[in-house]
């Protein structure tokens, strides 16, 4: 069964409405409950409040990177491991064909079911997740791939275990080595973009956000927490980060908006990837009219223009 946030209990009206009259068998019902339904959805999702967008980035029937991966790649075969731990299943690695692209894709999965989200550590990596995706990031580069990275993820797992392992080394290495990557990349939150997590595969020639996803350096709660020792004011904290792909769009911090369905992608996810795969393809076609120095040199002064401001 579909799941509903708080402001789409008018769409799910509509919808369950439109089911008992399918179940009766009148079609002219139908008919006016789905013009209905068009016009609901329009008037709720042109509307949303950050906190909103927040929550559908957060959807539980959001796609994941693996929904992403069997909509978009041809031919996929998986790579595991890193060679010196472990093999993290909160990070896949996956080489095939997007259109006719041979392609390699690296991203963030968080799992569905309890069992699967525990496999998956809820989406957040450890140290060998970040190592795996830079050893596999460095088997493009030496075979000529594009890379295509989806990010979706609450942030890199905190635990005692993973700080042992050296998180902050395994991401800040990620950070460094992918900033000089001589490979095409590309990189697009797919819903979730928390903290250094994120950052740690998000180091590209194009970084992109799905219009329903966010961007941060701390989630709403941990920064509501923090500000006013209260956790409960996360819709103040949202507000107050600009941490949708509106508002860091406005200031330079990503490329572009993928235009998911207004709907969003957790309603309407074949169009969902379509959208995604057509940025990514766009993107590689744009970049290929760079030479490998005019594309790192681009890279660089991307990157270091983050964060630049002007005192008036």
Same mark, same amino acid.
């Given at each position: 069964?579909? *799941? ?5 209990n008018?769409i ?5 409405? %439109?089911?008992t &009259? ?5 079609? @002219? ?9 068009s ?10 409040s ?6 559908? =980035? ?10 992403? +991966? ?19 299943? =909160? %990070? ?5 064909? +997007?259109?006719?692209?041979?392609? %390699? ?5 968080k799992?569905?079911? *309890? ?10 990596? @450890?140290?060998? !997740?970040y190592? #795996? &995706?830079?050893?596999? =990031?460095?088997?493009?580069e030496k075979?000529? /791939?594009? %890379?295509?990275f989806l ?7 905190p ?6 392992? !050296?998180?902050? $080394? &395994?991401?800040a ?8 990557l001589n *490979? ?13 997590g994120? /950052? ?7 970084? &992109? ?12 709660e941990?920064?509501a927490?923090?500000l ?7 819709e103040?904290? *949202? ?6 792909s ?19 992608a @957790?309603?309407? #996810?074949?169009?969902a ?10 993107? /590689? ?8 120095s005019?594309? /790192? $040199? #681009?890279?660089?002064?991307?990157i270091?223009s983050?964060? =630049?401001?002007?005192?008036?």
């Open positions: 069964m579909a *799941t509903y946030l708080d402001f789409e008018s799910r009206q509509i919808d369950e409405d %439109i089911s &009259a399918k179940i009766k068998g009148d079609g @002219h019902a139908v008919e006016i409950l789905e013009k209905n339904l016009k609901e959805i329009s008037k709720t999702y042109k509307n949303l950050e906190y909103q967008k927040l929550q559908l =980035a957060r959807h539980p029937d959001r796609p994941y990177t693996m929904d992403y +991966i069997r909509a978009l790649l041809k031919d996929g075969y998986e790579i595991h491991g890193d060679r010196n731990f472990a093999d993290d299943a =909160a %990070i896949i690695c996956y080489v095939g064909y +997007i259109r006719d692209r041979k392609v %390699i894709v690296i991203g963030e999965q799992g569905r079911g *309890t069992k699967n989200k525990l496999k998956r550590n809820f989406g957040m990596p @450890h140290p060998e !997740g190592r #795996k &995706a830079l050893r596999v =990031a460095k088997l493009a075979f000529g /791939l594009p %890379i295509l990010i979706d993820t609450p942030g890199a797992y635990g005692i275990a993973a700080e042992e392992r !050296g998180q902050s $080394e &395994a991401i290495r990620n950070l460094f080595e992918m900033s000089k *490979t095409k990349s590309v990189s697009v939150v797919i819903g979730e973009g928390g903290s250094g994120a /950052l740690a595969i998000g180091v590209s020639d194009c970084v &992109a956000m799905m219009r329903y996803s966010v961007f941060s350096v701390i989630s709403p941990g920064c927490a923090i006013w020792n209260d956790p409960s004011k996360q103040s904290a *949202t507000k107050a980060m600009k941490i949708t509106e508002d860091l769009y406005k200031l330079n911090l990503i490329d572009a908006i993928i235009e998911e369905p207004l709907v969003g @957790h309603r309407d #996810k074949e169009n990837a379509k959208a995604l795969g057509d940025y990514f393809i766009k993107s /590689l076609e744009e970049l290929d009219q760079l030479s490998d005019e594309r /790192l $040199e #681009k890279r660089y002064e991307r270091v983050i964060g =630049a401001y002007e005192e008036r």
